[in-house]
């Protein structure tokens, strides 16, 4: 197969990150992911086990009980987890990318102290609200409502498709604080620390997904949920705005995901065909085959190459939102045309469930839906590529 070690420049530190992550996914998640599969079971003694590692607190600082790791650093361990359970792999790019890197961003002390530490250390997972059943792409559209009471925010509505909202400590959610009279659109919404503790906080229904089964996805409902005043983080009004930056983060995690999963199905379909034998011969000897995992490893290739460059100027202190877009956008594809090709590789076989590749392929698809689409990808991109000088 191709060596995967060299084609990326790792530093000592990230080759031991690497293989740490590459240990633990053999361990304790790749074994088990199909059953998960089968069963949509989230297996939440990871979370511990993964905190124990310091996998959930990797970009944050070290006084919050963080690892302080440079953003490839994180995306290559991400990458590790995502080629063994891509819904473990979810799990993990919320927590260090949305959640935990809002809350370290305009967090007060005291917030940090309560929450973020616990986040970093694996003792609470975080999850991110944004989403609501009629506000996905407009985003600035949602309707959840927080009105002012003395010195607590009551706050109604719903958020719908939170991932890991059934196990979540700690829930960044954007919720409109403007009045239905007086509408500020995207300046209307502010970031609320919720926890499932508060009065009226409900977790709903959960998904019956295609894929990503073993990541729970739920609709959280806020039923006059009192919510203290001191849970509202960064200013009021600021909300979408700092979600937006924080999904600059959040699609390089989703990058990261889609070329493990691309990269764990290239790797099935290369062992496939040295072992296959049509026509008395392995397939791999067939220029047809060498094609499809040559333009497969190319691919994968290309994503990964721009995915660390970008990661590399961000930690530079570029800005990169639209690189990310980029990334999250190539590597989604990538990782739904190579899962595409595995099973071709596979025939008959790659079309059930005895071998694994069908389950890459629907893991893969939801890489190009959350985090925004990749319509949602190409505005943003459009957007900053057609703008005059
Ligand atoms: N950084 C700072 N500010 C930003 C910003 C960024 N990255 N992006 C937008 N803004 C600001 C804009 O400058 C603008 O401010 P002004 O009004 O002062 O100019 C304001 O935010 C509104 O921005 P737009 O006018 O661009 O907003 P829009 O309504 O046109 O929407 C959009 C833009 C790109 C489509 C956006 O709504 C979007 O990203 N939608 C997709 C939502 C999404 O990704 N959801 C993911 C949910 S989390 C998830 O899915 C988790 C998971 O998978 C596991
Ligand atoms: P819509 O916005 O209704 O889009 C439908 C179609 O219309 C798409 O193809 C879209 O690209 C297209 N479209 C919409 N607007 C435009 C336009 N202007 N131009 C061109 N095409 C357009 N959200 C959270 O907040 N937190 C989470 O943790 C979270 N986890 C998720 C986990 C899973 C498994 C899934 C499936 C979703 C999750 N989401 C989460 C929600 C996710 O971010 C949204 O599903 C996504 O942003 C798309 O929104 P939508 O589903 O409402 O689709």
Redesign the pocket.
Known sequence: PLSYQGIVAMTEEQQAIVETAKAFAAEHVRPFAAQWDRDAHFEPSLVGKLGELGFLGMLLPEEFGGLGLDAKSYLLALEEIAAADASVAVMMS?HNSLPTQMLNTHGTPEQKRRFLTPLAKGELLG?????EADA???ASAIRCQAVRDGNDWIVNGS?A???SGTHAGVIIAMIRTDTPEARRKSKGISAFILTPDLPGFHVGKKED?MG?RASP?VTLTFDNMRVPADRMLGAEGMGFIYAMQSLVHGRLGIAAQAIGIARAAFEAAVAYANERKQFGTPIAEFQGVQFKLADMATRITAARAMLHETATAKDAGAEVDAQASMCKLFASETAMWVTTQAIQIFGGYGYVKEYPVEKYFRDAK?TE????????QR?VIGRAVSAGA
Request: aromatic share 12%; hydrophobic share 45%.
């Open positions: 919320v999850a991110f609200a944004l989403s996905g792409s407009d958020k498709w939170i991932t997904k990503m996805t939801v839906i959350y985090e925004g689409t990749s319509e949602v505005i």
